[in-house]
């Protein structure tokens, strides 16, 4: 009976010595997952808008690209981004010949149309990527990002004047409420 206890205690202790750190895939789909705290969502009747947070670390893995990464490479590429709030905007129409027509306006005009509202203070977008138009599935995705200002008030991104709408539209700013997860490095 003692050595079960001992061995029952061995097991869990080294359990919870474990690193629960994720791989880079894993990292990156906790972060793409709904229930984690990353995206918000909203739909205009005419177009659907998915705005995912992408934290320094996410944007690394992204670089890297590999399921083996060296913690030096991480490391500074996570550095390089800490100054910055950085997003994917995804916008979707279920009509893909309304999302084809203003493709070119999302590609390369928007970027002055696009503002962080945090409290008081207003964000110009100083980071803007716009990838081709998929126009299988009717998607425009744009990476855009602010000077990190470190408010703690509820954040918005403002689109102004654009052909998604007649009216502004505010996206509420996602907010993970559980800290970011390790990943492993090598």
Do not use: H
């Not at 490391?75 to 997003?87: A, N, R, S």
């Amino acid at each position: 009976m003692p050595n079960k206890v001992i061995t029952v205690f061995s097991l869990m202790l080294f359990l919870y010595s474990c690193d629960s750190s994720l791989t880079p895939y894993e990292f990156k789909k906790y972060v793409e997952n709904d229930e984690n705290g990353y995206i918000s969502n909203i739909d205009n009747g005419t177009f659907s808008i998915q705005l995912l947070y992408t934290p320094p670390e996410y944007l690394a893995v992204s670089y890297l690209r590999s399921n083996k990464i060296k913690s030096s490479d991480f490391k500074t590429l996570v550095d390089g981004y800490q100054d910055f709030d950085t997003y994917k905007l995804s916008i979707r129409s279920d009509d893909p010949k309304s999302m084809g027509g203003i493709s070119s306006y999302l590609s390369f005009y928007m970027q002055p149309q696009i503002k962080k509202v945090c409290g008081t203070d207003t964000a110009e977008c100083i980071i803007y990527q716009a990838e081709p138009y998929n126009a299988i599935d009717g998607q425009q995705k744009i990476e855009i990002g602010f000077q990190k200002n470190n408010c703690n008030q509820e954040a918005w991104i403002v689109l102004k004047d654009t052909p998604l709408s007649t009216t502004e539209i505010n996206i509420p700013v996602p907010k993970p409420e559980k800290q970011t997860p390790q990943i492993e490095l090598y």
